[in-house]
C-alpha cells in the first residue's frame, strides 16, 4: 500500500501536570521525531493553585504545546469549570477539548470516538458524566452504516467492565473497576485501540477478537490500553506511543490479521442484542466532529418528521432570517435551509452572500442537509457568474462573527487569471506573517477546523482550497483587501465596507436588478 502511518501518543490523567507531560513529549519526539497527536484521557487539568498557575501560561498563550492534543471532558466534578461549553472547542493554542461524545475524523481518514467524564448515575446527569442517551447518539449513526466495521481509535476515561477476562490480570480490585455501559460500547464500536484512565495503573491487555471463530468472517482484533496518571510516584507508564494507518486505507487482508496472543471477546457475553440502541432518542441540532446524516428509527412514528431546529442566538442576529435586525431587502433567494443576499456594502454590484436561514456560527457546524443546499446555491452563483465571464471567489472568515456568512465575490476573467488571484492571497498573508496552507480537494473542512476552531478559508474557481488558522489579531477584511487590491480587482478604496455603504433605495435597486438577474439560476424557484 505504501500508506504512510501516523504516530501517535496517549496519555492517562494529567490531573494538572501539564508542563511535565509536554516536557516528556518533547523527550520523545527529539529521540523518535515528530508525532501527529497526543491523546489525554481521563483528568486532564488540576484543582490545585500550582495547576491552575501552570495551565493559565498555556492559556494566555505565554507557552504553547509542543504538539496537537486532544483531551477529554471533565471526569470529576471540581474540574468542570475549565470547559466551557460541552460541544468540544479549542482551550489554548494546540489544545482542543473534544467534546461531551463524539467521533473526531482526521484529514487522513482516521476515526477517534470519544466519551467525555463517568457514567451518570442520577438524571439528569452532572456535567462530568454522560448518560446512556450520550451513548446511543454516539453509537446509532455509526452502527447503522453497513459499510461500518469499526473505529480506529476509542478514548474513554473509564475502563469497560471485564475487561480482564480470558486476559492477564490488572492491578486493581475488580469488583469495584470499570463500568459495563463502556463495555457495550467498545463491543459496539470495535476500537483497534481502546484507551482508558483514571485507575492509576497501567494495564495493556492482551488483543481479543471482534468475531466468533468459524461462525463469523474474520474481523480486527482490538488492544485495551489503560495508562497510570503523570507523575505517579511509582513511575508507572503513563505515556503510549504506537503508529497506526487509518482502517480505511488498509488493504482487508492486512488489516484482520491476528496475532499470536489473540484471546476472545472479554464483552461478549455481557452484551444483550440491543443494548444501545435507543429507538426513542432523537437526532441533537448539531454534533461536534461529525454529522449524524443518518435518519434515527422510530420515536414518533404516527407523526411527520418535524425538521431540525437550529442552534438559536444568544442575542440580536444580522443574519438570521427570522431575525427583526435582518434586512429582507437585501435578500435575493431563499431555500430549504439557506438563502443568498445581496452584500452590505459591497466589493462589486454583484458581491452576495450565501447564508445559513437558522443560527449557526460556521462551515463547521453545519448538519449535511444544510451543507447539501449551501453547496447547491455556491454552484448555482458560480454557474451565474460564468455566465457573465466573471470568475467566483468564495471566502469565509470564522473569527468575530456570530452567524456564518460565506463572502461570493465575482472577478472579471480577463482582469486576472486564478493562479494571479491565489498568489494574491498567498503574497498578502505572508505580508501579515500568516501561513494559508492549501488543503486537499476532497478534505472536508471539518477535519481540520473542529467547531470552536478560528479560522479563514478561501475556495477558487478552480476548486483549489486554501485555509488559515487564526491565531489573534487577525484583520477582518483581510479577504476584501486581497481582492480589491491591485492585483485582483483595482479597487482598494473598497477594501472596508463600512466605506461603501449604500442608501437602502440603492440596495433595493441593486438587489432587485440581482434578483431579476440571478433568477435563471434559482433552483429555490423550482423545488
Known sequence: MGEKPLKILACGDVEGSINAVFNRVRTVQKKSGQFDLLLCVGNFFGSSPEAQAEWQEYKSGAKKAPIHTYILGAASQETTRFFPSADGCELADNITYLGRRGVFSGASGLQIAYVSGREGRQDPTPAHCFSPKDLSQLVEPLISNNQFRGVDILLTSQWPRGVWQYANSPEVNTKFC????????????????????????HYERRPYRNHVVLQENTQHVSRFIALATVNNPEKRKYLYAFNIIPMKSMEASELVKQ?????ENPYRKMVGENTLSDPTVQEPASQFFFDLGKKQRGGGRDRPKQPRRPPQPSG??????????????????????CYLALAKGSLTPRH????????????????????KELDRYKMAVRTFYKSKGQRCVLFERNYHSQHLQIQVVPVPEDKCTTEDIKEAFML???EQNMELMEIPEHTDLKQIAPPGTP?????????????????????????REVLASEAVLNIPERADWRECK????????LSKQLRND????????ED
Do not use: M
Open 455 to 479: 479560522y479563514f478559508y478561501v475556495e477558487l474557481d478552480s476548486g483549489e482550497k486554501l485555509f488559515y488558522r487564526i491565531q489573534k489579531n487577525f484583520p477582518l477584511q483581510f479577504g
Open 502 to 509: 449604500q442608501t437602502p433605495e440603492e440596495e433595493e435597486s
Open 352 to 371: 452576495v452572500l450565501v447564508l445559513p436561514i437558522g443560527h449557526y456560527q460556521s462551515v463547521v457546524e453545519l448538519s449535511s442537509e444544510v451543507v
Open 178 to 201: 470499570g463500568t459495563t455501559s463502556i463495555s457495550h460500547l467498545a463491543f459496539k464500536l470495535k476500537p483497534r485501540y481502546h484507551f482508558a484512565a483514571v485507575e492509576g495503573v
Open 518 to 525: 440571478f433568477q435563471p439560476y434559482d433552483f429555490a424557484l
Open 428 to 430: 498578502q498573508a505572508q
Open 259 to 263: 496475532p499470536q496472543d489473540v484471546t
Open 316 to 337: 440580536p442576529c444580522w443574519f438570521c432570517l427570522a431575525s427583526p435586525q435582518v434586512e429582507k431587502h437585501l435578500v435575493i433567494s431563499i431555500g430549504t435551509h
